[in-house]
């Protein structure tokens, strides 16, 4: 086994301790939901206007418009699968005979398609928990996470637990503009089933 591992090109073994690592976290994760141990939904990651990091949201002020429309791209299982695929695809590619730099740039697309894929999935399974016998004025009283800065007046998104289900849900605020990672409660909702929603420090605070 070693010695297998020492005839193999520097590029490959780089190729296979991306790839082995990713993958055993991948079916981990993978064993996890299928006993419902995991989270229903995924982490990402974020930053506000000013620059400030804030946990579980997108890397930069840029994918708000993919979070606007509903796909996130930078998720943890986003990323684990894009390092999967982009590790077994460089291994498939060095074993056939392709050029160090092809290796590289057939492992980069496919993790990228990896990526833009489990993006899909997670939007569908958020669209699935939100259809169904779900009542959402429910959700009044509820407390959320604004995930997608809400402008005063304007619309955000919010995440919150309604009937035992997780939802991504749009959301307006007439008292001030409410900002990434802020708790809010929700006041009440329209009948396009967007959250009419207050901060929560304020409301705690009256």
Same mark, same amino acid.
């Given at each position: 086994?070693?010695?297998?591992?020492?005839?193999?090109?520097?590029?490959?073994?780089?190729?296979?301790?991306?790839?082995?690592?990713?993958?055993? +976290?991948?079916? !981990?994760?993978?064993? =996890?939901? $299928? #006993? /419902?141990?995991?989270?229903?939904?995924?982490? %990402?990651?974020? *930053?506000?206007?000013?620059?400030?990091?804030?946990?579980?949201?997108?890397?930069?002020?840029?994918?708000?418009?993919?979070?606007?429309?509903?796909?996130?791209?930078?998720? +943890?299982?986003? !990323?684990?699968?894009? =390092?999967? $695929? #982009? /590790?077994?695809?460089?291994?498939?590619?060095? %074993?056939?005979? *392709?050029?160090?730099?092809?290796?590289?740039?057939?492992?980069?697309?496919?993790?990228?398609?990896?990526?833009?894929?489990?993006?899909?999935?997670?939007?569908?399974?958020?669209?699935?928990?939100?259809?169904?016998? =779900?009542? $959402?004025?429910?959700?009044?009283?509820?407390?959320?996470?604004?995930?997608?800065?809400?402008?005063?007046?304007?619309?955000?998104?919010?995440?919150?637990?309604?009937?035992?289900?997780?939802?991504?849900?749009?959301?307006?605020?007439?008292?001030?503009?409410?900002?990434?990672?802020?708790?809010?409660?929700?006041?009440?909702?329209?009948?396009?089933?967007?959250?009419?929603?207050?901060?929560?420090?304020?409301?705690?605070?009256?």
């Amino acid at each position: 086994m070693l010695n297998w591992w020492n005839e193999l090109p520097v590029t490959q073994q780089i190729f296979y301790m991306i790839a082995i690592p990713s993958t055993v +976290i991948l079916l !981990i994760q993978t064993i =996890l939901l $299928m #006993f /419902g141990l995991g989270d229903g939904h995924d982490a %990402d990651f974020d *930053a506000d206007s000013d620059g400030d990091v804030l946990g579980d949201h997108d890397l930069s002020h840029d994918m708000e418009a993919a979070h606007a429309s509903g796909l996130r791209i930078l998720t +943890i299982r986003g !990323i684990i699968a894009f =390092l999967a $695929m #982009f /590790g077994w695809t460089g291994v498939a590619a060095l %074993d056939m005979g *392709a050029q160090t730099p092809v290796a590289f740039a057939l492992a980069f697309l496919s993790g990228i398609v990896a990526l833009i894929v489990v993006a899909l999935i997670i939007r569908a399974s958020f669209k699935l928990q939100q259809s169904g016998n =779900l009542d $959402m004025q429910n959700a009044v009283g509820q407390i959320g996470e604004v995930y997608l800065t809400i402008p005063k007046d304007g619309h955000g998104k919010v995440t919150l637990v309604v009937q035992e289900r997780y939802l991504e849900m749009d959301a307006v605020c007439h008292e001030r503009t409410v900002k990434n990672g802020e708790q809010v409660k929700v006041v009440s909702v329209t009948p396009s089933n967007t959250l009419i929603v207050s901060p929560l420090y304020e409301t705690v605070s009256q």
